[in-house]
């Protein structure tokens, strides 16, 4: 299991929870972005710069990710297109995509894209707070325990 960021819109909060269970773990994780910033040192986590432009930290996480990986992204449309490879998937808020929601997620954000284009104001979402960073922990930590538990002889 290798782990996938979308680091452009993750929060830097929600960054050092990740590397530190990499770190923790010994799991490689990389962060793609198309911007530098900085990480914790550990041989286990790294920074993927890519070009910029539209959506090419997502190109290049659906080009890498395999059956089994984790991608960590709050983007609708890379995370349907990365579920087809069987492939775990969590939101910087702890939220799991599944082929089981991700339809119903898509429809939601059609929705809103047609709402906030007839000049509808919908807002982004709240500013992430401390329960929502235990939230996100606690959720990465079951889903990382899991993974590797049913790998295990």
Not at 33 to 48: C, D, E, G, I
Not at 52 to 81: N, Q, W, Y
Not at 88 to 105: A, C, D, H, M, P
Request: proline share 5%; net charge positive; charged share 25%.
């Amino acid at each position: 299991m290798q782990i996938w960021v979308d680091a452009d819109a993750c929060p830097g909060a929600i960054r050092e929870i990740i590397a530190k269970a990499a770190h923790k773990r010994a799991i490689t994780t990389t962060f793609v972005a198309n911007h530098s910033f900085a990480l914790p040192k550990s041989t286990h986590v790294r920074l993927y710069q890519v070009p910029s432009g539209f959506d090419e930290a997502d190109k290049e996480i659906e080009r890498r990710v395999s059956a089994g990986d984790l991608v960590i992204t709050s983007d609708i449309p890379l995370a349907a297109d990365v579920l087809k490879k069987s492939v775990f998937v969590l939101t910087s808020r702890g939220e799991r995509y599944t082929e089981n929601n991700i339809k119903q997620r898509l429809q939601m954000r059609d929705f809103m894209e047609t709402m906030r284009s007839s000049g509808e104001h919908t807002g982004g979402p709240p500013a992430l707070n401390l329960t929502d960073r235990k939230h996100f922990s606690d959720q990465l930590d079951r889903l990382l325990t899991k993974a590797l538990q049913s790998r295990s002889p």
